[in-house]
C-alpha cells in the first residue's frame, strides 16, 4: 500500500482526494491535516465521509510525521505551498501540490497574477505540470507534480492538439468558459451563497484571470480568457474560439479526426460529435471534447467539459500521482460519472 | 382601456403576457386562444394564475373575436405566425407578432434558418422590429411589430453602440451566450427535463442557431453565435467579443462613456462598471450591459444581461406596444426584478 | 404619499420591501438604514435595485429623521426591534416590525426561544398580529405591527379555520415544512452556500424551532413543528396532520367548502383542490391552500404553500401597513407570480 | 466474473446499474435489453457511458441468450416484470427484480396501488424482498429478489427498530417524506421538466402513494405517507412521527443506542446525532437515519436520507445481489458520495 498524506485536506480538493483514496486499490491515508479544522471530525465537515472515514480527525500539520510517506498532496494556498514544497520534496516519495505554486515555468507571472514573488526557482524549474495526456513520460518518478487549474486542464485538452497540429493560429485566441461554484473553494462567502449563485450566471475576473498565463504555457497561444459562474455544484464548461492558421485546410470532420487520432490511447478522453456536457461528467475523471470549423466565419469552436473537482483537481492529481509512483494511471479513478 | 387578445396563450410566452396584462394599468385581456389547450383553465396550466385569472379559460381562435380589437399578440409558431398576420393587420388596432415571422428583413433566411418560404413580403417590408432601444420613432403608430428574438436583445444593446460608433470591426464578432431552460418554451421533451439540465450546461445549435441572422441585421455585424443551456429557469447571458477597428483608440473607459451616452434615457437600460448578471433582471424589465477593452489582446468584451421571457420575449413585446399605441412606455412592466 | 423608512433596510427583508416599495403606487422611501451597511449603495449590494434605486445609499439610523415619517418598516434583530420599537411608536404614522419581537402575546416565550427577556409588556401587549386574514379589524389604525413569521403565515392560513370550526383536536398536530434559501437571510454561512445547499435536502431546529409556539398562538392547537432545509431561493411548504375531533364527521369536500368559506374575500387566498407549489406563489403574495381527509388512517392533511420573502414577510407587512393606514389592502402587491 | 443482463436497461435505473456495475470487480454486462430504445447506443442515451460503454448498444429482449446468465435485473414496468420473471426463474442464477411486482406478499394490494391482478402466487411468494439489513439471510441464494422501492428502504430503515423494540404505536404514524427528480423515471413530461420543477416544492400522490402498502408491510405499521417532489435531481428524506408505544419510556439517548445497535454491522448505515442529508448519501449506497424524542408533544421523531437511483434503487439491487450470490456484499458500491 502507498502511505499517502493530505495536507490541507478540510477544503473541496482534500475532500475529494478522501473520496478517491476510499476506493483506490493501493492508497491509505496515514495522515490528513487541516490547520484551521485541526481537531474536527472530517464526517462533521463532510457528512457523505461518515461512512468511509468513521473516526477520521484533521489534525495540524506535523514535518516529522509527512517525512517518509509514499505521497503527499498538498491542497493549501499557493504561496503557503510554494513554501512547504521544499521541506517535503525529497524526504516523501512524490508531493502533488494541487496549488499553482509550480505550475508557471515563467516566475515573473507570480508577482503579477498571484502577488508573490517565487522564491523556489530551482523547484519550479523542476516540477512536472501534472497533466498526463501532455507530461506522462516526465510524470514517471516525479518528486514533484503540480496539478493543473481546473479551467486550463478542460481549455488545454481541447485546444492543445490543433496547436501541435499547426492547425491555429496562436494569437486571439478565445477561451469563454464557466464553472461550478466548488471551483471557488469552501467559503463562507455571500458571492457563493446559494441566494446569490442560483438562478443566475456572471463573468468574473474579467480580462485578468489566473489561469490565463497557465492555459497560454499548455496550449501554446496567446488567448482571451473569461470565466463564468453558473448554478451547479461541479463542471467547468470550456467553449473556445481560434483563426485557422494561414494557408491550412480544416474542416470539422478534419478536426474530429485530430482530436480522435491525438486522444485515442487516453483513458479519460472521449471524443465526440455532439456536444461535450458537463453532466457526462459529473463525478467520473472524464473529459469530453469536440471541434467544428465554420466556414461562413472561418472559425474554429472547440469545447471541453469535465469535473473540476474530479479530472479538474483531485481526480487528475490522483492519476498524475498514479503515473508518478507507477501505479496503474487509472486505479481509483471512475469512467462513470453519477448522472442522471 | 385597450382590449387585448392573446393567441396562443398557453405557451410560456403566453403566460407572461398575462402576468405583465394583470399589473397594466390599461391592458383588459378580453380573449385567450389556446388551440391545442382550448378549453383548459389557465389556472390549471399555470397555477401561478389562480389569484389573478380564475375564470379564465383558453379557447379557440375566432377570427370575427379578434377583429376590433386594439391589440393583439401572436404567440405561434414561425409559419402559423406569418399566416394569421395579415388576417388581422389593418383590423386591429396592432399586432405584436412573438415569433421569426417578421423580423429578417432578407426574406431569403426564412428558407435557411426556419425551413420555410416567407409568402408576405409587403407585410415583411412594413413590420417593424419591436426594439424601441433602436427602432422607437418607427414603432409609434405601427400595425405590425415584429418582437426580437432573446438572445438577439441581449447581444444587440450590448453590441449595437460599438458599431453605430465605428468603434469595431465588422466581421469576426464573436457572441458567446446562455440562456435558461424556459427560452425552449413549454414542451415535453427529454433534453428539457429537470434530470438532464439541472447541473449540466452544454452548448446547442453550434455554427447555425436561427438568431444569428437576426443578430447580424440589428447589431451590422458579421458574427459567430454560440448558444448554451444553462440550469436556470429565466434569464440570457451573452459575452461578446470583438477587436476594435483599424486606426480607433480604445478603452474600457470610453465604451463605459459611449454605452452610458446611448442609454442615457432608457428606462430599463443599466451600464453598470460590475458585471452584469442574469439575476439583476430575473422577473423585471431591466437590460444590464458593461464593456470591457483588454490591451493585451486588443479585444473588446461586452456582456449583456435579461431575462428572457421578460425583456427578451413578452416583456419587450409589452414595451414595444405600449410604444407603438402611445402609451406610458413603462406601463406593467417592472424595473425591479426577484431577487434575492 | 406615504413618507416611508426602512430601518435594517439592507438584508433580504429589506431588499423585498424595496421592491415591492417600487410599485406601490402611494409609497414614497424618504430613508432606508443599514447600520453594517451605511454608504453602500443599494445597487451594489442588490444588482436588481440599480433601475429602480440607482441613487440610494444605506445610511446609518437617526431617530429624529425617522419621527414623524407615516411608515416605518423595521427588519432588525429581534431585540434590537424591541429596543426600538419603543422610540419610534406614537412618534411616527404606524410601525411594522419584522422580527419576532411583538408577536407573542405570551411574553415567557422569550427567554425560552429568543434567549431574552422581553422589557417591553405594554407595547407587547399593544401591538397587532399582522396577518390580515386574521386580525383585519384590529389592523385598522394600529401603531405598531408585528409581521408573522414566514411558516407561521404558511401554516396557519391552512389550519386555522379548522380550528376555528371545531374539527380538529388541538393537540398532536404535526406541522412538516420546508423552506427556501432566503429564509435564513443575508448572511455568509456556509450551512447556506450553494455547494450546502444544492441537490441537498436537510431538516434543522428539530423540536425547537423558534416559529412553534407562534404557531400554536395563531392556530390554536398544540403541535411539533419540523422545518427542513430545501434548495430553492424563496418558497415554503407546509404539510399539516391533524386528527379530527371526536365526534366531528369530516371529508376532503367539507374541508374544501370550509376553506373556501372562509378565504371567499381574500384577496390572495387559493384554496385549490390541487396540490399546492411554492412555485405557483413566486414572487407574488398569493397564498395556496388545500385539504384533504383519509379515512383509512383517520387524519386530515392540510398544506399551503407561499413566498417567504413576499407574503411570508415584506409582502405580509405591506399588506398589515395598508390595512392599517387604510390604504388599498392589495396595494403594491402582484397576484401573480414569476413563473414559468 | 458473473454473467449479467439487465432487461429494460435504458430507463434511469438501468443506466444506474450500469454505472454500478463498472466499478463492480465481479461483474461483467454481458446483455443490456431497452425494447424502445433498441438499436441506441447507451452512450448517446447517457453520454456518461461513453468512456466506460463506448460500443454497448441496447438490444431487443431474447429469452434464449438471457437464459444461462448467473444474474438478471430486471428494470421493467411493473405487469411487465411480472410476467416475465416465470420466463427467467430456475433459468438464471438469480432475478433481482426493480419493479414493485414481487415486493407485496398481500397481493390484493396489486388491484388497489397497482391496477392489475397478480397472477404469480407462488413466485410472489417464494420472492425474497432484497433489503439485506431486514431478510440477508433469506436473500443468500434466492432466485428471485424483489427490490425495495426508495421512499420504503428510507423509511423502513429509520422507523423499523423501533417497532421491533415495541417502542412506538404502530398506528397513526406519518411518514412526511420527499424525493428528487430522478425517482420518476425517464419520461417527457411537462411535469418533470426543469422549468417545472425548478424552484418548486408540491406534494404529490395525497392518501394513495403504492408505496404506502409496502411500507406498512415491512415496517410493520399502519400509517399515512405523503409524498413531495423537490428540485434536486437524486435524494429522498423521510421525517417520520410516531406516539410512543402505551407505558414505554423513550427517549432522544435510547432511541439513538437503538437505531446504533440495530444497524452496528451494516456497512452502509449511518446513525447520526446530526441532521441526515441527502447530500451525504448522493451517489453512494449510504443511509444516514437519526431519532428524537419531543416530550412537549410525546412523539418521535425518525429521519432517513438516502440517494433513490443507488440505495433506493439499483445500488439497493447490487447489494442484494450480492448477497444472493454470495459474493462481498459491498462489492461495487461506494461509501463515499459525490460531495461537495
Not at 514533484?144 to 486571439?172: D, F, K, N, Q, S
Request: aromatic share 6%.
Amino acid at each position: 500500500m502507498v502511505a499517502v498524506g493530505i495536507i490541507g485536506a478540510s477544503g473541496f480538493t482534500g475532500a475529494e482526494l478522501l473520496r478517491l483514496a476510499a476506493s483506490h486499490p493501493d492508497f491509505e491515508v496515514v495522515m490528513a491535516t487541516g490547520d484551521s479544522q485541526a481537531g474536527t471530525r472530517a464526517a462533521d465537515l463532510y457528512p457523505g465521509l461518515s461512512a468511509a472515514y468513521p473516526d477520521l480527525v484533521f489534525e495540524p500539520f506535523d514535518a516529522d510525521r509527512a517525512r517518509g510517506l509514499d505521497l503527499v498532496f498538498l491542497g493549501l494556498p499557493h504561496e503557503a505551498s510554494m513554501a512547504m514544497a521544499p521541506e517535503l520534496v525529497g524526504h516523501v516519495g512524490c508531493v502533488v501540490d494541487l496549488s499553482a505554486a509550480y505550475r508557471l515555468k515563467d516566475a515573473s507571472h507570480y508577482p503579477t497574477y498571484y502577488g508573490f514573488d517565487h522564491d523556489q526557482p530551482g523547484l519550479l524549474a523542476d516540477a512536472v505540470y501534472g497533466l498526463p495526456e501532455l507530461h506522462r513520460s516526465e510524470l514517471k518518478g516525479a518528486q514533484l507534480v503540480a496539478t493543473p487549474g481546473c479551467y486550463v486542464t478542460t481549455a488545454t485538452l481541447a485546444l492543445r492538439p490543433l496547436v501541435e497540429a499547426g492547425l491555429i493560429e496562436t494569437t486571439g485566441v478565445i477561451v469563454d468558459a464557466a464553472s461550478g461554484v466548488t471551483g471557488a473553494g469552501r467559503k463562507a462567502d455571500l458571492a457563493f451563497s446559494f441566494t446569490t449563485v442560483d438562478e443566475n450566471m456572471i463573468a468574473y475576473g474579467l480580462l485578468s484571470h489566473r489561469h490565463t498565463p497557465e492555459m497560454e504555457q499548455e496550449i501554446g497561444a496567446q488567448l482571451l480568457f473569461t470565466p463564468h459562474l453558473v448554478p451547479m455544484n461541479r463542471g467547468i464548461l470550456a467553449t473556445c474560439y481560434a483563426k485557422p492558421a494561414a494557408g491550412v485546410d480544416v474542416s470539422t470532420e478534419s478536426l474530429a479526426a485530430l482530436l480522435r487520432e491525438r486522444w485515442a490511447d487516453e483513458p479519460f478522453m472521449v471524443v465526440t460529435d455532439g456536444s461535450p456536457s458537463t453532466k457526462a461528467t459529473l463525478g467520473s475523471n472524464v473529459v469530453q471534447v469536440t471541434a467544428r470549423y465554420d466556414d461562413r466565419t472561418n472559425t474554429i469552436v472547440a469545447i471541453g467539459a469535465l469535473d473540476n473537482l474530479a479530472k479538474g483537481a483531485s481526480g487528475g492529481a490522483v492519476q498524475a500521482a498514479n503515473v508518478a509512483l507507477g501505479l496503474d494511471e487509472s486505479a481509483g479513478l471512475s469512467t462513470v460519472g453519477v448522472a442522471p
